[in-house]
Structure formats: C-alpha cells, structure tokens
C-alpha cells in the first residue's frame, strides 16, 4: 500500500506568516493515464473535510489563492501565502493513483 | 446544489451488522466514483472503500476487506455499506465522498460498536 508521510505533524502560524506542509509518497502517484491524484484536504474542527487542491496544484472552486499546491512523483507540498483565522484545522494529502487510496496522518495548523 | 446525505449509523454490538446509506443529489450520481472513508475519534482520515460509477471496479481497506460490502443503485442515487461482523475498533464517523478528487462529502454517520 502507499504510504503517505505528512510533515510536520503539527504547525504554529501567526495570522499573515506563511508556511508550507510537506505530503511525500512511498511510491509514485503518477497515474498510467498521465494524472496525478495527489489532493489536499483541510478539515476545519467539528466539520466535514472540504477539498482545497486537486491532481497536485489545481485550485478547487471557491478556494482562496493563497492556498497553493506543487510537486511531482513522490515530494508534495501545500503553502498557505498569509495564514488567516479561517485557515485553522487538521490538513490532509490523500492519494487516489493506487488502491487501496490512502491519507496522510494530517497536520495541525494552529494559532501561535 | 450538490449534497451527500448519510444515515443508518448507530449503537451495535460486536458481531453484529449494520448497514450505511448515502443519498446523493445535485450531480449526475451514476457518472462518479465515490468512496467511504471514515474517522475514529480523535484520530485521521482512513479509506474504506471505493466503488467505479458501474460497480465494475470495487476496493477495500485491508483492515474492512471479507467483513464489509459496498453497493450503489444508480436508479435511487444511493450509495451503501454493509458492515458484517462489526469490532470495536471499527467505532467511527463514517463519511461518504466523491471521487476521483474527494471534492464531496456527506456530514458523516456515526457508528459505535460496544456492548
């Protein structure tokens, strides 16, 4: 199974600073139809995960600019440009390239 | 307006069975992909299982594979779980979601498994 390894676990953030989580994959999420189902997941406290970014860097509908996605094969990053109050919760990579699909472990974005 | 509603959860004691529903609406529900993922308290995502749009490809957790079935009827725009042979530690918030990008989830149903 892929094994997805999110860091850091947890991550201090003033309002404005801007920081960046790092998702890296046991083996290459480069799909054979040439996609790669990396996404990026922020689940707020008490809700429902909401996606943020799709195949590696694609921006979901409604989803601020400041969030941003990058990488390729195995090395994944999401950066947040200017935390904001709203930004706050557990942040996940899952990848949907290889069965069984699998989540990184999440990384908590907190108040400094 | 898309919306995944989930339901069927509950109080269950181990051994016994349990079966999830999940009404979509708002998308053509027979064009998609859609997974069960679920979350123990407290803990992160974990995969559970994945059915293809025609029910011609289906996956499984290794932690839920011989004990749960997926399903969908595209007629009723539902999506199910059955859940045979229920343990303690498959206590959780089960959600249902979209594929293939996780773009939409239900609110979660709750499933505890105590005696």
């Known amino acids: 199974d892929v094994v997805l390894t999110q860091t850091p676990p947890t991550l201090s953030a003033t309002i404005g600073q801007s920081v960046s989580i790092s998702c890296r994959s046991s083996?290459?999420?480069?799909?054979?139809?040439?996609?790669?189902?990396l996404h990026w997941l922020l689940q707020r406290p008490g809700q429902s995960p909401q996606l943020l970014i799709y195949l590696v860097s694609r921006l979901e509908s409604g989803v601020p600019n400041r969030f941003s996605g990058s990488g390729s094969g195995t090395d994944f990053t999401l950066k947040i440009s200017g935390v904001e109050a709203e930004d706050l919760g557990v942040y996940y990579c899952?990848?949907?390239?290889?069965?069984?699909?699998?989540f990184g472990a999440g990384t908590k974005l907190e108040l400094k | 307006e898309v919306q995944l509603v989930e339901s069927g959860g509950g109080l269950v004691q181990p051994g016994r069975s349990l079966k999830l529903s999940c009404v979509a609406s708002g998308f053509t529900f027979s064009n998609y992909g859609m997974n069960w993922i679920r979350q123990a308290p407290g803990k992160g995502l974990e995969w559970v299982a994945y059915?293809?749009?025609?029910?011609?490809?289906?996956y499984y957790a290794e932690t839920v594979k011989g004990r749960f079935t997926i399903s969908r009827d595209n007629a009723k725009n539902t999506l199910y779980l059955q859940m045979t042979s229920l343990r303690s530690e498959d206590t959780a918030l089960y959600y249902c979601a979209r594929l293939p990008f996780f773009d939409y989830w239900g609110q979660g149903v709750m499933v505890t498994v105590s005696s």
């Open positions: 059915i293809s749009s025609g029910s011609s490809y289906i």
């Open positions: 899952v990848q949907g390239t290889h069965a069984p699909y699998t």
């Open positions: 083996q290459s999420l480069l799909h054979s139809n040439g996609n790669t189902y």
